[in-house]
């Protein structure tokens, strides 16, 4: 069956770094678009971005543009968020999710995507 599971958080001081992992099995990788999203206490699900099936469909939401690196590897079946410059705002529980296409659609919103791991929690904290 389809599943995502993510891998990565954990505990880090600002300006720290830390790269998250979205292992995928059950599909095809390539055949679709994969974002990852962010919910932090009291908030919503914030999508922060999205990876498509043709290089450089890549979106980033303007609080993590310059930072936060998306990334593919189809042969390992992998989705990687390398995020640097970590700020405390940047705590949240991280989610990779499956896109019903395969282009990201911004904005990048929950209800466009199928499939959700089960998330992994990023503190920023000094």
């Known amino acids: 069956q389809v599943q995502l599971v993510e891998s990565g958080g954990g505990l880090v001081q600002p300006g720290g770094s830390l790269r998250l992992a979205c292992v995928v099995s059950g599909f095809t990788l390539n055949d679709y678009a994969i974002a990852w999203f962010r919910q932090a206490p009291g908030k919503e699900r914030e999508g922060v971005s999205c990876t498509g099936k043709r290089a450089g469909d890549i979106f980033y939401v303007d609080a993590i543009k310059g930072r936060f690196t998306i990334s593919r590897d189809n042969a390992k079946n992998t989705v990687y968020l390398q995020m640097n410059s970590l700020k405390p705002e940047d705590t949240a529980v991280y989610f990779c999710?499956?896109?019903?296409?395969?282009?990201?659609?911004?904005?990048?919103?929950?209800?466009?995507?199928?499939?959700w791991g089960q998330g992994t929690q990023v503190t920023v904290s000094s």
């Open positions: 999710a499956r896109s019903l296409w395969n282009v990201c659609v911004v904005p990048v919103v929950a209800a466009s995507y199928g499939k």
